[in-house]
């Protein structure tokens, strides 16, 4: 890289070692200057237009940018000019940090502020080297309104941070002559004096030189310029240093806080955040404001995370740390501005009779004392980002504070880095358990341990009480205090504690209690709603308003943390809050939640009906008397694709809803969600769901006796079964479903029981069982109106046929399917068609037709995104092509269809049989 150097901490040069390249174009010096600030970062178009032209851009601003790039290229001179390169949008200057002045004089500071804490002389060197890269004022002939209007004077504001750091190292090491300070910051006051900083170190060192009288004339210089200038009294220091003067009085003792509470025994994990915090130390300069605010719910560990981090890091704050806990959320009332500003000043050794009563003084009295003392100040458990603004200081300060409240109004306005916690990741919530309980029993009974982990839903504050009491027990296993938490009406019960601070239901109580009423109605009947991910519109129907006035109430409980917005259109209710909830709506309105879960439930039906039709599986079905009507629009799902992408989406929430509805005694809502559900489980090869959803459907079912319910139910159960290859309990509970459909007198349901009673004997290998209940399902699909029942039927009976060796009548039943298929515009059925003749062709060694019926299979299931369709086509397509000698085509159709499922589906185990067969 060529040893070329660009300064812009004076007049604008561009040096290398022999020569100083002359760049006299306005023009060019602006969009080189840019491109430096800082350099190897990209510099967009739009960018470089507004600080090369301001507000008269050209015509062509792009083209004129390029054109002045060219130009500049070409006065660099071959050696230079490829160091301005093209990238992305824009162009960056390829040269490192320390060719330009600017960049380098940033990294001297960081570097002196790393040092001060234990070397002092090195870091006033350091210091020493930065100051002396200054030449004038900056940015000096570089004609941009906009780099001095945004550049300039922060440029400036860092060489003056340096300079005050850099006067008070030489005050604190004592070696340099007080007249050569004086001399240089008389200088200083005329070229700023409006500064008053530099006022305050001038005053004190002419005290300490006992230049009184001097120190007089320059107060009464700095009183009347600024008054003249701003209109404005001098700052509270100046006026401190002033009445010592006039007093006679000793500066009072400046105290070196220490205050941060016992680092936290057995923390653990959280190393995304500490990571975090890290990098904005790193990133602060030390003469500046930093502020992060830690955010999350109560007990997920705010304050023992802020605390650990801090004890970790003391030692990078050499004038002290100052803790205060504002009493956001807890019993008493919340610190005021005035009660925690008049505590922090005593702190830092402000005697109790000069902190001033009014918090806009005391404020300003607290900026100045802590000015250049580069201190940690943790501002603990605030309500919300009013609570803390009136405490924050003006410089030098590295502040963290922690709240239940997001605080996003205080990285909005005030620039704080926000840092989320929420529950710990499960290896940490292990480690937590771990640190607390001895190794052994840990180590004993590692599955308890985990499951006493998940049933804390692996938030700190409960794990650590579980923790505790396991430790109070040694006699019991670690099983038995599992058990118990089981059997407990709520786990809130089993976690309690005497102590409110560490009582989960006290520490949830601070939330709640200072809710509005409206946002306690929507927070309390959240502990209905079933499952634990909500979306918009179920929300709506839960709380009865429109989905708009929902997301505003589940957005406001989300900024106070009892809600999580995991993401977009959709919240996460922590298990334990879960039960708080359910506790309060219980407690406060008992009447309530009845009538807000047969809401929701009554829109999930609805939704869920809607999404089968669109999966193109199924016809719309009427519903049955006991769902009621909703207000909360149905999700418009065009096609089997966004059929497919809202049952995903909704899947958790679904299951559980059929299972609250067997526990809450709504079984029609119960048997039409897991009839609404079955195709989309089947499809997706959610096997436990299915097995879940068609065990509570039918246990609904059979509460209300009616024949219609009791077969689609045992329906559904009874395919999940068969999936699962208990062909045994299919059978049964199938058969159960033809009772119901003779009972009914419905040729299509009978024909559809037997239908899939033949693939379950199908599936067992049984394929005389299999062909005998086929052949009835065909037979009794005749007299029904609807045509494609008998086109199931004759699917189904050709797929046995296959298999047992029959071709041409396979071939013949499964053509006679797929024309009644391609007459309804049944797609996914078509490509069920096509995949079955081309096993056929398959046997009969007809390779290339069989391969053909793959594609068309196989392009319909892409399109349709039937992933369970795709995985029977590529596994087929994957046999033909090895019996052709293809075994590296074989082996990608094999892999693509692998990939597609997950290890516990039976499917994924039969290809990787297969493809071990293929030496993979």
Same mark, same amino acid.
């Given at each position: 890289?060529?040893?070329?150097?660009?300064?812009?901490?004076?007049?604008?040069?561009?040096?290398?070692?022999?020569?100083?390249?002359?760049?006299?174009?306005?023009?060019?010096?602006?969009?080189?200057?840019?491109?430096?600030?800082?350099?190897?970062?990209?510099?967009?178009?739009?960018?470089?237009?507004?600080?090369?032209?301001?507000?008269?851009?050209?015509?062509?601003?792009?083209?004129?940018?390029?054109?002045?790039?060219?130009?500049?290229?070409?006065?660099?001179?071959?050696?230079?000019?490829?160091?301005?390169?093209?990238?992305?949008?824009?162009?960056?200057?390829?040269?490192?940090?320390?060719?330009?002045?600017?960049?380098?004089?940033?990294?001297?500071?960081?570097?002196?502020?790393?040092?001060?804490?234990?070397?002092?002389?090195?870091?006033?060197?350091?210091?020493?080297?930065?100051?002396?890269?200054?030449?004038?004022?900056?940015?000096?002939?570089?004609?941009?309104?906009?780099?001095?209007?945004?550049?300039?004077?922060?440029?400036?504001?860092?060489?003056?941070?340096?300079?005050?750091?850099?006067?008070?190292?030489?005050?604190?090491?004592?070696?340099?002559?007080?007249?050569?300070?004086?001399?240089?910051?008389?200088?200083?006051?005329?070229?700023?004096?409006?500064?008053?900083?530099?006022?305050?170190?001038?005053?004190?060192?002419?005290?300490?030189?006992?230049?009184?009288?001097?120190?007089?004339?320059?107060?009464?210089?700095?009183?009347?310029?600024?008054?003249?200038?701003?209109?404005?009294?001098?700052?509270?220091?100046?006026?401190?240093?002033?009445?010592?003067?006039?007093?006679?009085?000793?500066?009072?003792?400046?105290?070196?806080?220490?205050?941060?509470?016992?680092?936290?025994?057995?923390?653990?994990?959280?190393?995304?955040?500490?990571?975090?915090?890290?990098?904005?130390?790193?990133?602060?300069?030390?003469?500046?404001?930093?502020?992060?605010?830690?955010?999350?719910?109560?007990?997920?560990?705010?304050?023992?995370?802020?605390?650990?981090?801090?004890?970790?890091?003391?030692?990078?704050?050499?004038?002290?740390?100052?803790?205060?806990?504002?009493?956001?959320?807890?019993?008493?009332?919340?610190?005021?501005?005035?009660?925690?500003?008049?505590?922090?000043?005593?702190?830092?050794?402000?005697?109790?009779?000069?902190?001033?009563?009014?918090?806009?003084?005391?404020?300003?009295?607290?900026?100045?004392?802590?000015?250049?003392?580069?201190?940690?100040?943790?501002?603990?458990?605030?309500?919300?980002?009013?609570?803390?603004?009136?405490?924050?200081?003006?410089?030098?300060?590295?502040?963290?504070?922690?709240?239940?409240?997001?605080?996003?109004?205080?990285?909005?306005?005030?620039?704080?880095?926000?840092?989320?916690?929420?529950?710990?990741?499960?290896?940490?919530?292990?480690?937590?358990?771990?640190?607390?309980?001895?190794?052994?029993?840990?180590?004993?009974?590692?599955?308890?341990?985990?499951?006493?982990?998940?049933?804390?839903?692996?938030?700190?504050?409960?794990?650590?009480?579980?923790?505790?009491?396991?430790?109070?027990?040694?006699?019991?296993?670690?099983?038995?205090?599992?058990?118990?938490?089981?059997?407990?009406?709520?786990?809130?019960?089993?976690?309690?504690?005497?102590?409110?601070?560490?009582?989960?239901?006290?520490?949830?109580?601070?939330?709640?209690?200072?809710?509005?009423?409206?946002?306690?109605?929507?927070?309390?009947?959240?502990?209905?709603?079933?499952?634990? $991910?909500?979306?918009?519109? &179920? +929300? =709506? *129907? #839960?709380?009865? @308003?429109?989905?708009?006035?929902? /997301? %505003?109430?589940?957005?406001?409980?989300?900024?106070?943390?009892?809600?999580?917005?995991?993401?977009?259109?959709?919240?996460?209710?922590?298990?334990?809050?879960?039960?708080?909830?359910?506790?309060?709506?219980?407690? $406060?309105?008992?009447?309530? &939640? +009845? =009538? *807000? #879960?047969?809401? @929701?439930?009554?829109?999930?039906? /609805? %939704?869920?009906?809607?999404?089968?039709?669109?999966?193109?599986?199924?016809?719309?079905?009427?519903?049955?008397?006991?769902?009621?009507?909703?207000?909360?629009?149905?999700?418009?799902?065009?096609?089997?694709?966004?059929?497919?992408?809202?049952?995903? +989406?909704?899947?958790?929430?679904? @299951?559980?809803?059929?299972?609250?509805? %067997?526990?809450?005694?709504?079984?029609?809502?119960?048997?039409?969600?897991?009839?609404?559900?079955?195709?989309?489980?089947?499809?997706?090869?959610?096997?436990?769901?299915?097995?879940?959803?068609?065990?509570?459907?039918?246990?609904?079912?059979?509460?209300?006796?009616?024949?219609?319910?009791?077969?689609?139910?045992?329906?559904?159960?009874?395919?999940?079964?068969?999936?699962?290859?208990?062909?045994?309990?299919?059978?049964?509970?199938?058969?159960?479903?033809?009772?119901?459909?003779?009972?009914?007198?419905?040729?299509?349901?009978?024909?559809?029981?037997?239908?899939?009673?033949?693939?379950?004997?199908?599936?067992?290998?049984?394929?005389?069982?299999?062909?005998?209940?086929?052949?009835?399902?065909?037979?009794?699909?005749?007299?029904?109106?609807?045509?494609?029942?008998?086109?199931?039927?004759?699917?189904?009976?050709?797929?046995?046929?296959?298999?047992?060796?029959?071709?041409?009548?396979?071939?013949?039943?499964?053509?006679?399917?797929?024309?009644?298929?391609?007459?309804?515009?049944?797609?996914?059925?078509?490509?069920?068609?096509?995949?079955?003749?081309?096993?056929?062709?398959?046997?009969?060694?007809?390779?290339?037709?069989?391969?053909?019926?793959?594609?068309?299979?196989?392009?319909?299931?892409?399109?349709?995104?039937?992933?369970?369709?795709?995985?029977?086509?590529?596994?087929?397509?994957?046999?033909?092509?090895?019996?052709?000698?293809?075994?590296?085509?074989?082996?990608?159709?094999?892999?693509?269809?692998?990939?597609?499922?997950?290890?516990?589906?039976?499917?994924?185990?039969?290809?990787?049989?297969?493809?071990?067969?293929?030496?993979?």
């Amino acid at each position: 890289m060529p040893e070329v150097s660009i300064r812009l901490l004076g007049p604008f040069e561009v040096r290398l070692p022999d020569r100083t390249v002359r760049i006299a174009s306005k023009r060019q010096r602006a969009l080189l200057a840019s491109l430096a600030l800082p350099p190897g970062r990209v510099v967009t178009v739009d960018v470089l237009t507004e600080r090369i032209w301001g507000a008269d851009l050209p015509s062509s601003p792009r083209e004129a940018v390029q054109n002045n790039v060219h130009r500049l290229r070409r006065l660099l001179g071959p050696e230079l000019g490829g160091l301005v390169r093209n990238v992305a949008d824009g162009y960056l200057l390829d040269v490192g940090q320390d060719q330009v002045d600017a960049s380098r004089f940033d990294r001297l500071v960081r570097a002196a502020e790393q040092a001060t804490d234990g070397e002092p002389a090195r870091a006033r060197e350091l210091l020493r080297a930065a100051l002396e890269l200054w030449r004038g004022e900056p940015l000096g002939d570089v004609a941009s309104d906009s780099l001095q209007r945004d550049h300039a004077p922060a440029l400036t504001e860092r060489y003056l941070a340096a300079v005050e750091r850099r006067v008070d190292l030489d005050l604190a090491l004592g070696d340099r002559a007080p007249s050569t300070l004086i001399a240089e910051l008389r200088v200083l006051t005329a070229r700023f004096p409006v500064r008053e900083s530099l006022w305050e170190r001038l005053l004190t060192v002419l005290i300490a030189d006992r230049r009184q009288a001097e120190a007089l004339e320059a107060y009464e210089s700095v009183r009347n310029t600024l008054a003249h200038t701003l209109g404005a009294d001098p700052s509270a220091r100046l006026q401190s240093l002033h009445r010592r003067l006039l007093t006679g009085d000793p500066e009072p003792e400046r105290v070196t806080p220490r205050q941060l509470p016992p680092a936290p025994a057995g923390f653990a994990g959280r190393t995304a955040e500490l990571a975090a915090l890290d990098e904005q130390l790193d990133r602060w300069s030390g003469s500046g404001l930093a502020l992060v605010a830690v955010h999350g719910v109560g007990g997920a560990g705010k304050t023992a995370l802020a605390v650990h981090w801090a004890r970790l890091r003391q030692d990078r704050f050499s004038g002290g740390q100052l803790y205060l806990d504002l009493h956001g959320y807890g019993p008493g009332r919340p610190a005021t501005a005035e009660a925690a500003l008049g505590r922090l000043l005593r702190s830092i050794g402000t005697p109790p009779d000069r902190v001033p009563n009014d918090a806009g003084e005391a404020v300003a009295l607290l900026r100045t004392l802590l000015a250049g003392r580069r201190m940690l100040l943790l501002l603990d458990n605030a309500h919300d980002a009013e609570h803390v603004r009136p405490l924050l200081p003006g410089s030098h300060c590295f502040v963290i504070v922690t709240s239940r409240s997001d605080l996003r109004g205080l990285a909005a306005r005030d620039g704080a880095h926000r840092v989320a916690l929420r529950e710990l990741a499960a290896a940490d919530a292990l480690a937590l358990l771990t640190a607390a309980i001895p190794r052994h029993r840990a180590e004993a009974e590692p599955d308890a341990l985990a499951e006493l982990a998940r049933l804390c839903g692996r938030l700190p504050l409960a794990l650590r009480i579980a923790a505790e009491l396991g430790s109070q027990h040694p006699d019991r296993s670690l099983a038995h205090l599992v058990d118990d938490l089981r059997q407990r009406r709520s786990p809130l019960d089993a976690l309690a504690d005497s102590d409110p601070g560490t009582d989960l239901r006290t520490v949830f109580s601070w939330s709640y209690d200072l809710l509005p009423p409206d946002l306690a109605h929507a927070f309390s009947h959240l502990g209905c709603y079933p499952g634990s $991910d909500i979306g918009l519109p &179920g +929300a =709506a *129907a #839960l709380l009865d @308003v429109a989905p708009a006035a929902a /997301r %505003a109430l589940l957005d406001r409980l989300a900024a106070v943390h009892l809600l999580e917005a995991h993401r977009p259109g959709r919240y996460r209710l922590h298990d334990l809050l879960r039960e708080y909830a359910a506790e309060r709506l219980a407690a $406060d309105r008992p009447e309530a &939640g +009845a =009538a *807000a #879960l047969r809401r @929701v439930l009554d829109w999930y039906v /609805r %939704a869920a009906n809607e999404g089968r039709v669109a999966l193109g599986f199924s016809r719309p079905v009427p519903l049955s008397r006991g769902i009621g009507a909703t207000a909360v629009p149905l999700p418009a799902l065009s096609g089997s694709g966004a059929g497919l992408e809202w049952f995903e +989406a909704e899947r958790g929430t679904l @299951v559980a809803a059929v299972v609250a509805a %067997a526990d809450h005694d709504l079984p029609d809502h119960g048997w039409q969600l897991a009839v609404a559900m079955r195709d989309f489980l089947d499809r997706s090869r959610y096997l436990g769901d299915w097995l879940a959803v068609g065990r509570s459907g039918l246990e609904c079912a059979r509460r209300l006796g009616d024949p219609l319910a009791g077969y689609q139910a045992a329906f559904v159960l009874g395919g999940a079964y068969s999936r699962a290859g208990a062909h045994d309990d299919a059978d049964a509970t199938l058969r159960d479903a033809l009772r119901h459909a003779e009972r009914l007198g419905d040729p299509a349901k009978m024909s559809r029981a037997l239908s899939v009673l033949g693939v379950v004997w199908q599936r067992a290998g049984d394929y005389d069982r299999a062909l005998a209940c086929h052949r009835q399902a065909e037979i009794a699909a005749r007299p029904a109106a609807n045509t494609v029942v008998r086109a199931h039927a004759l699917l189904n009976y050709g797929a046995v046929e296959i298999l047992a060796g029959s071709y041409a009548d396979a071939l013949e039943h499964t053509r006679e399917a797929l024309e009644i298929y391609q007459e309804q515009g049944l797609e996914l059925q078509e490509s069920c068609a096509l995949a079955n003749l081309a096993a056929a062709h398959q046997r009969t060694a007809e390779y290339s037709t069989a391969l053909d019926y793959c594609r068309m299979a196989l392009e319909i299931t892409l399109r349709v995104a039937d992933v369970s369709g795709q995985v029977e086509v590529l596994t087929t397509r994957g046999e033909i092509q090895l019996a052709m000698g293809r075994r590296d085509a074989a082996r990608d159709s094999w892999e693509k269809a692998r990939g597609l499922l997950r290890p516990t589906d039976p499917s994924y185990a039969r290809l990787d049989l297969l493809l071990k067969g293929l030496g993979c």
